[in-house]
């Protein structure tokens, strides 16, 4: 199996920084796309960025600018450094991945457990 473990969530003040991790454990012989997700109460998860393996990057609309996915392949594990943070961007962040186990089987979607992101004053 896979795991994904999220860790530097927090509280934060309006305009601040975050750094979000997210190493991939387990079975792995293959990592596609890695990504960041949210969720705030009472509204659907949405995409905040992803990365592929080579180094290809996609952006929300809301957060182009100000955060920056990367990936460090060697290691499983991908980052989102969040800056000039938002109330708005309160919620809770999940990692996203796409992992092949071995050579013979499809890439399967996995989900971290989530990491609380809190923007206040």
């Known amino acids: 199996q896979v795991q994904l473990v999220e860790s530097g969530g927090g509280l934060v003040q309006p305009g601040g920084s975050l750094r979000l991790s997210c190493a991939a454990s387990?079975?792995?012989?293959?990592?596609?796309?890695m990504g960041w997700y949210r969720q705030a109460p009472g509204k659907p998860r949405e995409l905040v960025a992803t990365a592929t393996s080579g180094g290809h990057s996609n952006y929300a609309d809301s957060v182009k600018g100000r955060f920056t996915i990367s990936r460090d392949n060697a290691k499983n594990t991908v980052y989102l450094q969040m800056n000039s943070l938002k109330p708005e961007d309160t919620a809770v962040y999940y990692c996203?991945?796409?992992?092949?186990?071995?050579?013979?089987?499809?890439?399967?979607?996995?989900w971290g457990q989530g990491t609380q992101v809190t923007v206040s004053s």
């Open positions: 996203n991945a796409d992992v092949q186990m071995d050579r013979r089987t499809p890439f399967l979607n996995y």
């Open positions: 387990g079975r792995i012989f293959s990592m596609n796309v």
